[in-house]
């Protein structure tokens, strides 16, 4: 079945540091493709997606491309910022008609002053 | 404001007692899913509905039952609860593949 694998974490940086968070997935056909944050004590909202291949997602200084070559879609980011601080999921959409979507383990993230 | 609303947010139960869980969202959105998110684990799919009066299982469905009676609605009941349900649960819907999930702030259960 369809599967999403991403760094294991955490991951800890200096504040203005560069974040890359390495995912890789394992489907059939062609899925869109997710990163999800969830902040402390809160629900998980979506950060970026991309739908097609070499599609680029971007948002609030974070990015990520859709590699079909590669089956990646790894997020970065030049500068973080303290506020960054969260738990960053790669998730990609079922192809079977459930409109699911396959969530990686997820990695937390922390940034120091 | 437009969204998913979870209820209760915060629950605890003694072991063997039922409760259920509310959903509910105001997009019109067609499909709902219920996910668990325990520590070390990422999110597991219990059940999801693909439209009003539909339910399927997803990853983890056992010890629990859902209902779609209503397209804005989907719940999730607990008929006897055990100490390895405790987790947090978080509630989403979407409208079609084109779109991402729309959260909920999700329920945080204790089963002692």
């Known amino acids: 079945g369809d599967s999403v694998t991403q760094m294991e974490g955490p991951v800890t940086l200096s504040e203005e540091a560069f974040l890359t968070i390495n995912c890789t997935y394992t489907?059939?056909?062609?899925?869109?493709l997710f990163w999800y944050v969830q902040y402390p004590g809160e629900g998980l909202q979506l950060l970026l997606k991309?739908?097609?291949?070499?599609d680029k997602g971007s948002n609030k200084g974070f990015e990520a491309t859709y590699r079909k070559e590669t089956t990646s879609f790894h997020l970065e980011k030049g500068s973080v910022q303290v506020s960054d601080s969260a738990v960053y999921f790669c998730a990609l959409s079922d192809q079977g008609g459930s409109e699911k979507l396959v969530f990686g383990k997820g990695t937390k993230l922390t940034v120091n002053p | 404001n437009a969204g998913v609303t979870q209820t209760p947010k915060f629950r605890v139960l003694k072991t063997g007692q039922s409760m259920t869980l509310l959903c509910a969202q105001d997009m019109n959105h067609e499909y709902m899913y219920w996910y668990r998110q325990d520590p070390g684990m990422g999110l597991r799919l219990i059940h999801y509905s693909v439209g009003e009066g539909t339910t399927a299982k997803g990853e983890v469905p056992d010890g629990y039952n859902v209902s779609r009676l209503k397209k804005q609605n989907f719940l999730l009941g607990l008929e006897s609860a055990a100490p390895s349900q405790t987790s947090v649960y978080f509630c989403?819907?979407?409208?079609?593949?084109?779109?991402?999930?729309?959260f909920g702030s999700g329920t945080r259960l204790t089963v002692v």
């Open positions: 989403a819907s979407r409208q079609d593949s084109n779109y991402g999930y729309t």
């Open positions: 991309a739908t097609k291949a070499d």
């Open positions: 489907a059939t056909g062609y899925p869109s």
